[in-house]
């Protein structure tokens, strides 16, 4: 897997050529149901009006920059996009620093390995990227992270592609709990939960759906189901409740120094290599909020980006059984 | 037959010439073990085979697809599905009676589907029991106090201690959510670290038990409310948070049972208190059995109720096997009469009288072992049940097949009831087995003794693992040989 760190403060050529290079493949996904299946650009452009009005005037520059095609625009809008499916776990470490780790597991051939560092809107954000201005997992410049996990659920309704949701909720948002009541406000098209945490230590999980109303809670752990497995193959599959019984026992019976608990992440049973099925573990990351630090972390590897001074590079990850 | 059942002999025999078929549906069947041999027609239904296809009476259906279980009720409410369980249920036929270790409306439903009666109370009524700070509050109605607390929503450590000094009972705490059991939802919080550690189990959980913390031991005790009045089974110790049974703090690991294990006194107390809180449990709705934990104060020995089990328990199979329960009949042979709807006249203090008597009760103990290392495999060899003997040079060897605890001889020999199957994932608190004992496992200093240390270590050597697939960036691609554009 070839990863890149690439930073632009506003939209510009940068942004256009990533988009250049990922539409062709986004295309022939976003496109995989029949465009009919897909929300016009006016009804697209409504509804981020309606839910997320801040990101309009970002939006249309974006628009402008992927050549202003109605297919490109319908796509950035992530309206009602085809359905997503990811593993992932999520935890926020014990100790007195605020320190979220996750792991993000997924199919290595439908992924970006993509950190974007932007000043959009006038503020400081790096992430995982998805889907060119979507974000898996980041942080911004007031000290606020988020990351998601797939609630494990197969209803799909009206709503927005998850990354973009992220997105907004850093470009607007600098506790916790401004985020949550982002997060339990805008409606999602499928089934996800999604923990922040700030540079209080103050943290929140929302289990979001399209079906009902988002609950927030205060769990330190999120893996694939939300408050009971739904989906039962998905489940066995990405043993999910495993997964989650794992890091509730290190969270309870364990005072794991900070280097421990992250490196739990890179050992069975959160860390899968079950890419020929579909979903190994990506990358490992850690947002050190206060800090407005990251880490991608691999086996044996690790590579820090500070939002401060952020510095562009590049890594070429070979990953057992992946692409 | 007697349309009224006039003593012990005439309930003994109703049950050895019972038709209807009774079902324990649990994950095992090790908290009723042996009650297959007082009832005629009773069952187990089973998830986990711990005797390998050996038992009479143990039905374990074959393995099909299902979700990880998040708890007991999810495994009934599985088997209560399947449908070589349903086949096996309507083959057998008559009206059939179920019960469980836990359920939910879930299994209420289930049953109902089937066609059978759960012999227990609804539960909904045994949920609203269950809860802790409701058992607060029947222990106030019935005269049993609880260790001084506080009922509190928690917002923050700063919220916590504030609470905490309003309350007068100190910043040594223990809190407890509303449910929960086998120290998963028990925090022991002296500082804002132990805080931070929990909070996620604490904050947005709504009311909270929190309690001052006091030094005191565990003791268990198990009764059934009947319409004749309560009946008390004997005081048992309650082994807690050993580092070699359990990876939980404060966590259940087992139970002993012999006559002296406390002064008669607290024995006394302890029977009387549960017979008042029997008694009370009737008044609320609830009969049946149930079981009580009390926490008495090292120094000063007073008696706290720490929890109410509605339900049988862990050490329900201790209760079952005691020689006053082959004597007479085992406690949940009474909880069966109550709910068969069979007229029954018993004398209730002459049985209590009875079983309060030390020449009644015979030293046993049992060992939940748990895997309490930090790790995660699969298992690859596991002891299986039986009996087992200690060699003079204190190995442990597989003697014999048996699934009889009673089939234990003497101190050099032990049952163990196999949990974790080879094949299965081993991970910390993993249940690997129960190990029954005659004679104590503790000093009388409550600690472990060497003889139970060489027991679990002689069951734990014989459990082994493999390891789960590891993955690693190959060493050419760590840095710094990475190539930076």
């Known amino acids: 897997m070839y990863w890149r760190a690439i930073s632009e403060d506003t939209p510009g050529p940068k942004w256009a050529g990533l988009f250049r290079e990922y539409w062709p493949e986004y295309r022939a996904w976003w496109l995989k149901e029949g465009e009919t299946a897909r929300p016009t650009y006016a009804e697209s452009r409504r509804a981020l009006g309606v839910h997320m009005p801040e990101l309009l005037p970002l939006y249309d520059q974006l628009c402008e920059l992927a050549g202003g095609t109605d297919h490109a625009a319908r796509f950035l809008s992530f309206y009602t996009p085809p359905p997503y499916l990811a593993a992932c776990s999520q935890a926020i470490w014990a100790g007195k620093e605020p320190v979220m780790v996750r792991n993000y597991d997924y199919n290595p051939k439908a992924f970006d390995s993509l950190v974007l560092k932007t000043r959009w809107m006038g503020r400081d954000v790096m992430g995982t990227s998805d889907g060119l201005w979507g974000l898996v997992d980041g942080v911004n410049d007031k000290g606020l992270s988020i990351s998601l996990t797939f609630g494990g659920r197969r209803v799909a309704g009206e709503g927005f592609g998850i990354p973009l949701i992220l997105r907004y909720a850093l470009q607007v948002c600098e506790t916790a709990q401004e985020a949550a009541e982002v997060l339990a406000r805008v409606p999602t098209h499928m089934s996800y939960n999604v923990t922040v945490l700030d540079r209080k230590r103050d943290y929140l999980t929302v289990m979001m759906a399209p079906d009902r109303p988002a609950v927030v809670s205060h769990a330190a752990v999120a893996t694939n189901h939300q408050e009971n497995v739904e989906w039962v193959s998905h489940a066995r599959f990405t043993a999910t409740v495993e997964r989650e019984r794992f890091l509730l026992q290190r969270l309870r019976f364990h005072r794991d120094p900070e280097e421990k608990f992250i490196g739990a992440f890179l050992k069975p049973p959160l860390y899968s290599t079950a890419f020929r099925q579909g979903f190994g573990t990506l990358y490992t990351a850690v947002y050190r909020p206060r800090r407005r630090q990251m880490e991608l972390r691999w086996p044996g590897v690790t590579w820090q980006l500070s939002l401060k001074d952020f510095a562009e590079g590049a890594r070429d990850v070979s990953l057992p059984g992946a692409a | 037959m007697a349309t009224v059942l006039k003593n012990i002999s005439e309930i003994r025999r109703f049950f050895h010439r019972n038709e209807d078929p009774i079902y324990f549906i649990s994950a095992t069947n090790f908290n009723l073990l042996g009650l297959d041999e007082w009832v005629k027609n009773f069952k ?143 925090f022991f919080i002296k500082s804002e670290a132990d805080f931070r550690r929990h909070e996620h189990e604490i904050i947005g959980e709504g009311e909270i038990k929190i309690m001052k913390r006091i030094n005191c031991r565990g003791a268990a005790i198990e009764a059934c409310a009947t319409k004749e009045g309560t009946i008390v089974g004997p005081l048992m110790t309650e082994l807690v948070g050993f580092k070699e049974l359990t990876p939980y703090r404060g966590g259940w690991c087992g139970n002993e049972i012999l006559a002296t294990a406390f002064p008669p006194k607290v024995r006394q107390q302890a029977r009387d208190l549960t017979f008042k809180f029997g008694e009370q449990l009737r008044k609320e709705g609830y009969r049946g059995y149930f079981e009580l934990d009390f926490l008495i104060d090292k120094k000063t020995g007073d008696l706290w109720l720490g929890e109410l089990n509605p339900r049988i328990t862990g050490a329900s199979s201790m209760t079952n096997h005691a020689a006053f329960a082959h004597a007479d009949a085992p406690l949940f042979l009474f909880h069966l009469l109550e709910f068969s709807k069979k007229k029954f006249n018993l004398d209730v203090d002459e049985l209590n009288a009875r079983w309060a008597d030390p020449a009644n009760i015979d030293g046993w103990s049992q060992m939940v072992i748990k895997h309490t290392k930090d790790s995660v495999d699969i298992c690859t060899q596991s002891p299986e049940t039986g009996i087992y003997k200690m060699l003079e040079d204190g190995s442990v060897v597989f003697d014999r097949f048996d699934y009889h605890r009673r089939a234990v001889e003497s101190e050099n020999e032990a049952f163990f009831l196999r949990i974790l199957q080879p094949g299965d994932y081993r991970y910390e608190g993993a249940d690997i087995g129960i190990l029954v004992t005659r004679g104590r496992s503790m000093t009388k200093a409550f600690q472990l003794n060497d003889r139970a240390k060489k027991w679990i270590h002689g069951i734990q050597r014989a459990v082994d693992g493999k390891p789960l697939p590891v993955a690693s960036a190959s060493p050419d691609l760590a840095d710094p040989a990475f190539k930076i554009l």
């Open chain 2, 44 to 186: 187990y239904i089973c998830y986990i085979d711990c005797y390998g296809g050996k038992h009479p009476n143990v039905f374990c259906p074959s393995e099909q697809p299902h979700a990880e279980f998040q708890s007991i009720e999810d495994i009934n409410n599985y088997l209560l599905q399947h449908k070589e369980v349903i086949d096996f249920i309507k083959k057998r036929g008559g009206k059939p009676k179920f019960v469980f270790l836990m359920f939910d409306e879930e299994t209420e439903r289930l049953s109902k589907e089937l066609g059978a009666e759960v012999w227990f109370p609804k539960a909904k009524l045994r949920t609203a029991m269950d809860n802790k700070i409701e058992t607060v509050r029947i222990g106030n109605k019935a005269g049993v106090p609880s260790v001084p607390n506080t009922l509190a929503e928690v917002k923050s450590y700063e919220d916590l201690r504030k609470t905490c000094e309003k309350a007068g009972i100190g910043h040594d705490l223990v809190l407890q959510s509303a449910f929960g059991d086998s120290g998963h939802t028990t």
